[in-house]
């Protein structure tokens, strides 16, 4: 079988497992391809990346469901969690009880317009990146409003060390900026990509979701590029790398995605395109960072290097898209529209107490394949 046969193989096959949404189809499927590829030999620059089956434990806070958008930690270990229409921010102990909103039904501030995204800081600070309002609001640890900056759009949101966040805004020239706490601009982080004509298509692909590490690097993916790309900046902007993910599995909606792009760019009007990358989240410990694609979820280690790539499913099978992850030492919080939130164990981690070491030499074979085809890493421009 020659190289392009090969690839058209994979593709055809690719496709079904991404767009399957029975766990049974797509394991037989990875399966049946997995025999078929390892009887005939393949060269390294057409090594395959095929993701691995990853089944949530258990679902958390089952009253969460419909318009799930956001889940974080805060300082004191209670989970917050953002659903639309964005009015209020839901807390919940450890153990699943719920703890009340913020702001509270009794606050005297009005409720929050249309939140979009939020972040904590270790202070136990909140940062709300209000839509609706125009505005970024900011809670103390009693979930009191002590600050609300107006005049932005806020998109995605990161806190910072000291007090300081970054922001993804629909009015910035930059992919982020930075501010104080008292609102002031402090810098750009992140020229833009120029891959439209139309101002208003450009700047849509250059939006994208912020996260952030206890060192105050930076994470940016940015949500419609056709192919799923990632960058990593210092505090200070300067970048560290860029992961674009232009490999096998990921090529045949990238060319329609293209193909899209140059047609709405060929026409005046309001552009639309659906998102590409729907989630990402960081590790602060060790700087690993995790992206979704629709099921398809995506490790990478501190220098951009991908390890691992995974299939989200919940425990009965179904198909889960996360909208949000959360990382945790020892486990992965993914929450989905009306799927909820759920718990899965981290591939990447080796569970305590546990016999079973397949978890951990499976991993290690993906992570040689995949690092063969780790997408394309290259510097981009320093905003001055």
């Not at 679902?59 to 805060?74: C, I, N, Q, S, T």
């Not at 910035?172 to 501010?179: G, H």
Request: with cysteine; proline share 8%; net charge negative.
């Amino acid at each position: 079988m020659t190289c392009s046969q090969r690839r058209s193989l994979h593709g055809t096959v690719s496709l079904l497992i991404h767009r399957s949404s029975n766990f049974g189809m797509a394991l037989k499927v990875t399966a049946t391809l997995c025999l078929v590829l390892n009887s005939m030999p393949i060269p390294a620059q057409d090594s395959i990346t095929l993701p691995r089956p990853l089944m949530a434990r258990t679902r958390l806070f089952p009253a969460v469901g419909a318009g799930m958008e956001e889940v974080r930690r805060d300082a004191v270990g209670n989970y917050l969690v953002l659903t639309m229409p964005g009015k209020s921010i839901s807390v919940y102990a450890p153990d699943g009880k719920p703890l009340g909103d913020i702001p509270s039904s009794n606050h005297k501030h009005p409720a929050l317009a249309s939140a979009t995204d939020f972040d904590t800081d270790p202070e136990g600070r909140l940062y709300v990146a209000d839509r609706g309002a125009e505005a970024v609001k900011i809670f103390d640890a009693k979930g009191m409003l002590v600050r609300a900056i107006p005049n932005l759009a806020p998109v995605s949101i990161a806190a910072l060390p000291n007090g300081e966040f970054a922001l993804t805004d629909l009015k910035a020239r930059q992919l982020l900026e930075v501010y104080s706490e008292d609102g002031k601009p402090l810098r750009g982080v992140g020229d833009f990509s120029e891959e439209a004509e139309h101002e208003s298509l450009n700047r849509l692909l250059n939006l994208g979701r912020v996260a952030a590490d206890a060192k105050g690097h930076l994470y940016f993916a940015f949500s419609y590029f056709p192919e799923p790309t990632l960058r990593k900046y210092k505090r200070d902007g300067e970048q560290e790398y860029e992961v674009a993910l232009n490999t096998l599995e990921f090529e045949p909606e990238a060319q329609a995605i293209r193909r899209e792009i140059q047609s709405q760019d060929r026409h005046e009007g309001i552009p639309s395109l659906k998102p590409i990358v729907n989630a990402v989240g960081v590790d602060s410990g060790n700087e690993r960072v995790w992206m979704a694609m629709g099921n398809i979820l995506v490790e990478f280690d501190s220098d951009g290097s991908r390890m691992g790539t995974y299939q989200t499913y919940t425990p009965d099978g179904n198909v889960l898209k996360p909208t949000a992850i959360l990382v945790e030492p020892g486990r992965l919080l993914l929450a989905a529209d009306s799927a909820g939130i759920y718990e899965f164990v981290r591939p990447d981690v080796k569970p305590p107490h546990s016999g079973d070491a397949g978890i951990s030499s499976n991993d290690g074979a993906n992570r040689r394949v995949d690092q063969s085809s780790s997408g394309t890493r290259k510097p981009a421009p320093v905003s001055p």
